[in-house]
């Protein structure tokens, strides 16, 4: 069997530059600048700092393999999430999904979008920490960013949490025992 044309790894410290270059947003729209900005300025701090670490916060950076280039970025950590006087219990925040400018509406060879690899691969990702906090996985998306919203719901997260910020959507998977 051919190994598949992207590869995806954990990020590492000496990533700091090449993840300060990603570029993911169009100029005119917030909600995009406000996650490419946050990947280039926060988003290594968020994965590296020692404090951080009870988060079990994780970076995955997807590559294309033959060119190198950093296609995508994902992150997620640990959280808690209750339901009126239950118990809390471990869930999964998806941090942040983005595909780099070129990469965006694209598939490859294979006819896997892009996309769709990125999020199978945080999803696989989270359903393997130990301990398990795969329950329930949420993310918080712009109500106008239709491209990440159409790609969460692909991937399980279709139900919705209440809103914090009347802008931002939450959407969550249903209950995983
Ligand atoms: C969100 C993101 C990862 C989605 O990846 P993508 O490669 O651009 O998008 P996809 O090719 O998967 O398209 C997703 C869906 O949106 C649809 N879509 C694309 N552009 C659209 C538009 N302008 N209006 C409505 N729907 C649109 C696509 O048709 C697809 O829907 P489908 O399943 O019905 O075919 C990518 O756009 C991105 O990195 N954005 C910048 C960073 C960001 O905002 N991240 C999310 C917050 S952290």
């Known amino acids: 069997m051919s190994r598949p044309e992207w590869q995806l790894r954990p990020a590492r410290p000496q990533d700091r530059a090449l993840i300060k270059r990603f570029a993911c947003a169009a100029p005119t729209v917030p909600w995009e600048r406000e996650a ?18 009870k988060n079990d916060p994780r970076l995955l950076l ?14 997620h950590e640990r959280t808690e999430l209750r339901y009126g006087r239950t118990q809390p219990f471990a869930a999964t925040k998806l941090e942040v999904v983005a595909i780099a400018r070129k990469w965006q509406g694209q598939r490859f060879k294979s006819g896997d979008r892009v996309s769709d690899v990125l999020l ?6 989270v359903a393997a920490r130990v301990p398990p906090r795969h329950a329930r996985v949420f993310a918080i998306a712009h109500e106008k960013n239709v491209r990440s919203i159409a790609a969460l719901v692909r991937h ?22």
């Open 36 to 53: 490419e900005h946050f990947i280039q300025h926060g988003l290594c701090d968020w994965a590296f700092d020692t404090f951080a670490r």
């Open 62 to 75: 997807l590559f294309h393999r033959k060119s190198g280039e950093l296609v995508g970025v994902a992150a």
């Open 156 to 177: 399980g997260l279709v139900e919705e949490l209440s809103r914090v910020d009347p802008s931002y959507r939450r959407l969550v998977t249903p209950h995983r025992r």
């Open 120 to 125: 199978s691969a945080v999803m696989t990702d």
